[in-house]
């Protein structure tokens, strides 16, 4: 749905903006085929040049679009927890470093929905009653479901979880009294 609105907004932008060329370019043509310098040959050549270009600027400003999963859908994914329909984003960055990269995303939950958020925590398959805040993360702790290992766990200042896939490290820290979910992926 989001890729057909895209593909509208772009295609009435460079219409416009052909037109408004198209247009510039009319008292030139004009005085071209006056003169006898611009045959009807020629005016076909430039006219499908024209089409094709505008074609190729509209493919070149699709491939350019963003396609990142947002990191609301990627948090869900990776942590086994929905979260709360209620929050507010502190920070979403991308940081690109070639083939490295960096997630850093922040949001504030209010009360209600921090209660809701613990609530999916420890539902989650990945949740390990047995570690506290002063626990060592050994690889026995973490729980493996489908081939993937994780742990989610009681912090000092909540809950914690904690992922590695291949070169991709995931941290989540839910910090339970100021409410905010700190999210980092990464990629080395």
Same mark, same amino acid.
């Given at each position: 749905m989001?890729d ?8 009435? %932008? ?6 408004l ?6 008292p ?6 006056? @003169?006898?310098?611009?045959?009807d040959?020629? #005016?076909?050549?430039i #006219? ?7 074609c ?15 990191s609301?859908?990627r948090?869900?994914e %990776?942590?086994? %927890? ?10 979403d ?5 070639w ?7 922040d ?22 009653? #047995?570690v506290?805040?002063? @626990?060592?993360?050994y690889?026995?702790?973490f729980?493996? %479901?489908?081939n993937?290992k994780?742990?989610?766990? #009681?912090?000092e200042?909540?809950?914690r979880? @904690?992922?590695?896939?291949?070169l991709? @490290? ?8 100021t ?10």
């Amino acid at each position: 749905m989001i890729d057909i609105f895209f593909i509208i907004i772009v295609v009435i %932008v460079i219409g416009l903006i052909g037109g408004l060329l198209y247009l510039i370019y009319l008292p030139f043509k004009s005085r071209l085929k006056k @003169s006898g310098k611009l045959t009807d040959k020629l #005016n076909r050549q430039i #006219n499908w040049m024209f089409i094709l270009l505008l074609c190729l600027i509209g493919i070149v400003i699709y491939c350019f679009k963003d396609y990142r999963t947002s990191s609301k859908d990627r948090i869900e994914e %990776v942590s086994d %927890v929905k979260l709360p329909l209620d929050f507010k984003v502190l920070k979403d960055e991308y940081q690109d470093m070639w083939q490295d990269y960096c997630i850093l995303y922040d949001i504030q939950f209010d009360n209600n929905a921090t209660t809701e958020m613990i609530k999916e925590i420890k539902a989650s398959k990945f949740y390990n009653s #047995n570690v506290n805040h002063n @626990s060592m993360l050994y690889d026995s702790l973490f729980i493996t %479901v489908d081939n993937v290992k994780a742990i989610w766990y #009681n912090s000092e200042k909540g809950y914690r979880f @904690s992922r590695k896939d291949g070169l991709i @490290s995931y941290s989540i820290e839910l910090d339970t009294l100021t409410n905010i979910l700190h999210y980092n992926e990464c990629a080395d």
